[in-house]
């Protein structure tokens, strides 16, 4: 994530009132400081994505840290080795195996491209006073991604590439190497949020309530800090 995204992905999260009311507050600032980590901690723990990778289809986890999960152990592997050689041959093959798999995650993988990235923190915003909102990451995994193959956000799901009501399409396939592209653009990041919102049936009712597969979950107004926009229920 880019210091421009991760700004972008706060700013969506939280929204300009409450950025601006931490400034001054030291506990609400803490506090959603450790909230955005949870989220994006649950996404890496929770999220598991298929692609292929060097000829086979690889499990793979798109909001990991490769340097965290293949070139740390490769140092670590190494730490009581002397020979300059073996620690460079070493490392060297580390990374080589960590740009791989972030080339082939980048060139089919769109759940962690920018624009869902900021859709999606905008959808935590939202769920940011649920109790379990853990669950909705877990059943973005098991009812969308996993039912789907581990291809939710790739090429193979064409409902990405089809407009809804008017809307423009989530994604559009490249002419030149048959993958797909999503543009980092207000627009196609409302849709974004609509899509999975629709499809993990959080909706809004008028009185500021999360209702999430058919349960009622309080919310205040004043702790939310925004007015629902999505999709609402009389």
Not at 53 to 59: D, V, W
Not at 132 to 149: K, S
Not at 160 to 181: F, M
Not at 184 to 197: F, K, N, P
Request: proline fraction near 3%; glycine fraction near 4%.
């Amino acid at each position: 994530m880019t210091m421009s995204v991760f700004t972008a992905s706060v700013q969506n999260m939280f929204g300009k009132a409450a950025i601006e009311e931490a400034r001054m507050n030291s506990a609400l600032r803490d506090e959603m400081a450790d909230y955005y980590c949870d989220f994006f901690y649950s996404l890496r723990d929770n999220i598991r994505v298929k692609i292929e990778h060097r000829g086979e289809l690889k499990e793979t986890t798109p909001f990991q840290n490769l340097y965290e999960s293949i070139i740390a152990p490769a140092i670590d592997k190494m730490a009581e080795e002397t020979d300059e050689e073996k620690i460079n041959i070493a490392l060297n093959a580390a990374r080589e195996k960590a740009k791989a798999l972030n080339q082939d995650i980048q060139r089919e993988e769109k759940i962690h491209s920018n624009a869902v990235v900021k859709a999606l923190s905008r959808i935590a915003g939202r769920i940011r006073y649920m109790k379990n909102w853990e669950r909705v990451i877990e059943v973005m995994q098991t009812d969308l991604i996993a039912a789907n193959g581990g291809r939710y956000f790739q090429k193979s799901n064409l409902a990405l590439q089809q407009s809804a009501d008017g809307a423009p399409p989530i994604a559009i396939k490249k002419t030149t190497d048959d993958s797909i592209n999503i543009q980092v653009q207000d627009q196609v990041i409302r849709e974004i949020e609509r899509h999975l919102s629709e499809r993990l049936s959080l909706v809004f009712d008028y009185d500021v309530r999360f209702r999430w597969h058919g349960t009622n979950i309080d919310a205040p107004e004043e702790k939310i800090g925004f007015t629902p926009t999505l999709t609402v229920s009389r």
